[in-house]
């Protein structure tokens, strides 16, 4: 049974930083591809980053040079750090593993999310 479970979101001011985790089970974080989605409200959900099997990244434009994917493969854990944070970067973030996040085929798992807010 694959799961994603998501954590590290919260409350930060404009400008601050935030490291958002997603521990893995059932799957390899090194074997897939893996990424950050977020949802802000009133909108559709994003993708933000994700990472390849490979170890290649790709960013959303709105994230360049503020936020940066990572993997510990011994941890079997994804990391999103996030600085120099913004009121608009406000969403829910979701962790995910499959084509959503550039996989060429198999099967989307998500977590449930974690909640970053950030004000102004």
């Known amino acids: 049974q694959v799961q994603l479970v998501e954590s590290g979101g919260g409350l930060v001011q404009a400008g601050g930083s935030l490291t958002l985790s997603c521990e893995a089970s059932g799957i390899g974080v090194s074997l897939n591809f893996m990424g950050w989605h977020r949802r802000a409200p009133g909108k559709q959900r994003e993708l933000v980053t994700t990472?390849?099997?490979?170890?290649?990244?790709n960013y959303v434009d709105s994230v360049k040079g503020r936020f940066t994917i990572s993997r510990d493969n011994a941890k079997n854990t994804v990391y999103l750090q996030m600085n120099s944070l913004k009121p608009e970067d406000t969403a829910v973030y979701y962790c995910?593993?499959?084509?959503?996040?550039?996989?060429?085929?198999?099967?989307?798992?998500w977590g449930k999310g974690t909640l970053v807010t950030v004000s102004s």
């Open positions: 990472i390849t099997r490979g170890g290649n990244t």
């Open positions: 995910n593993s499959g084509p959503s996040s550039g996989a060429p085929y198999g099967v989307d798992y």
